[in-house]
Nanobody, 126 residues
Framework: QVLLVESGGGLMQAGDSLRLSCAAS????????MGWFRQAPGKEREFVAA????????HYSNSFAHRVTVSRENTKNMVYLRMTNLKPEDAATYYC???????????????????WGQGTQVTVSS
């Protein structure tokens, strides 16, 4: 059984930095691209960032103006998302996802992801 478990969310202040973690199990982690998406209340889920199986392929949404960094540790089956200078509009549930559909390469498209976590909620006060 594949499990993706996000952590690190909570109540943040505008201007803070955030580090989310995602622990993966039940899959050969190093074969998968890992992505981060988020969904704010009343909005569609949107792509944030992704990192390929070999750590050299990373892909970021243009919406975040270099505030976001994605990283992974294949030896620990972990993927991370760091976001700086948080804004109230960053409040959302953040999801990690695993993709093998396109050979472990990164993708901004939800349909290319095979497994999803339950999400971790981030609230940002101004």
């Amino acid at each position: 059984q594949v499990l993706l478990v996000e952590s690190g969310g909570g109540l943040m202040q505008a201007g803070d930095s955030l580090r989310l973690s995602c622990a993966a199990s039940g899959l050969t982690f190093s074969n998968y691209a890992m992505g981060w998406f988020r969904q704010a209340p009343g909005k569609e889920r949107e792509f944030v960032a992704a990192i390929g199986w070999n750590l050299e392929d990373s892909h970021y949404s243009n919406s975040f103006a270099h505030r976001v960094t994605v990283s992974r540790e294949n030896t620990k089956n972990m993927v991370y998302l760091r976001m700086t200078n948080l804004k109230p509009e960053d409040a959302a549930t953040y999801y990690c996802a695993a993709s093998r559909t396109i050979g472990g390469l990164t993708s901004p498209y939800e349909e290319n992801y095979d497994y999803w976590g339950q999400g971790t909620q981030v609230t940002v006060s101004s």
